[in-house]
């Protein structure tokens, strides 16, 4: 396979990062595109940095904004949810952002049928449509492989956005974590608008007792497949950017965090038979 791999890092990467010193790390690793997040406690959003300011750092810097990340739970649609979509959009739309990304309900409490979950995640979708539209950003819909997870397969995101005719708007999220845990085998590339990057390398747990606090950077004993997903990712005719989000506490404690995502990614690089994309 000769076409380069195209990373890029999710704030997660380095959440306690002030955002110059995290776009410093993104051109360091040759990346000319990052995600940033509206649920880290003393960093943008949650600071109060103007969506301008944070335009003319990464335009200073050369980078691209792929989404915010998240609008949670997005498929729960009431009045509170719409405030935070428009108020979500608007950020995206002055700072630069392609997407914003939507994460459904993630609840052991969650007491909805299967109706009524396929019910209300086409009413958000149908609702959220013309937010996206008017302020020009896409909606990137991840499905959480989790067991309590009111949507787990892109199969039925996908049916969703077709019925509601959303499919100039909407794309697919897939997550490497998620789509193991699901246990999901179509993967919708043509769909697929952003694909999250991360490892687990514990192999004493079984996958349904799998966590976010797991999710490692890819390595040897990565137990996900990621190299597997990509390739076929790249097969079907994803062209998109591979973007790094591990949750662990190991991962955010790193005083060497960009060697360790730099070896991450000449692996990723060497089982794919790729090479990495600079800026």
Not at 116 to 127: F, P, V
Not at 162 to 186: K, M, P, S, Y
Not at 233 to 243: K, N, Q, T
């Amino acid at each position: 396979m000769s076409r380069p791999l195209r990373f890029a890092l999710n704030r997660m990467v380095a959440p306690s990062l002030a955002l110059p010193a995290f776009l410093q790390l993104t051109q360091q690793l040759g990346c000319d595109a990052l995600e940033i997040r509206n649920d880290l406690p003393g960093v943008e959003l949650e600071d109060g940095a103007p969506a301008t300011e944070v335009r003319a750092l990464c335009q200073a810097a050369g980078l691209r904004i792929l989404s915010i990340n998240a609008l949670y739970p997005f498929d729960v649609w009431n009045d509170e949810r719409r405030a935070q979509a428009l108020r979500l959009a608007a950020y995206a739309r002055d700072c630069g952002a392609e997407g914003l990304v939507l994460c459904p309900l993630n609840d052991r409490g969650d007491t909805r049928d299967a109706a009524q979950r396929a019910r209300d995640l086409r009413t958000a979708l149908s609702e959220l449509a013309p937010i996206l539209r008017d302020h020009k950003v896409l909606g990137f819909v991840e499905p959480l492989g989790f067991p309590e997870s009111a949507l787990r397969l892109k199969r039925q995101a996908v049916d969703a956005i077709r019925a509601i005719g959303g499919l100039d708007v909407f794309r697919l999220v897939h997550d490497t974590f998620h789509h193991h845990l699901a246990g999901e085998t179509e993967c919708f590339a043509e769909l697929t608008g952003l694909v999250h990057v991360s490892g687990v390398d514990d192999a004493g747990l079984p996958v349904e007792q799998l966590r976010d606090a797991h999710r490692v950077l890819v390595g040897e004993a990565d137990r996900l497949g990621n190299a597997a997903q990509i390739e076929r990712l790249l097969a079907e005719g994803y062209r998109g950017v591979l973007s790094f989000e591990p949750f662990a506490a190991s991962v955010h404690e790193r005083p060497d965090i960009a060697p360790a995502l730099a070896q991450s990614m000449r692996l990723l690089q060497e089982r794919l038979g790729c090479a990495v994309a600079t800026a």
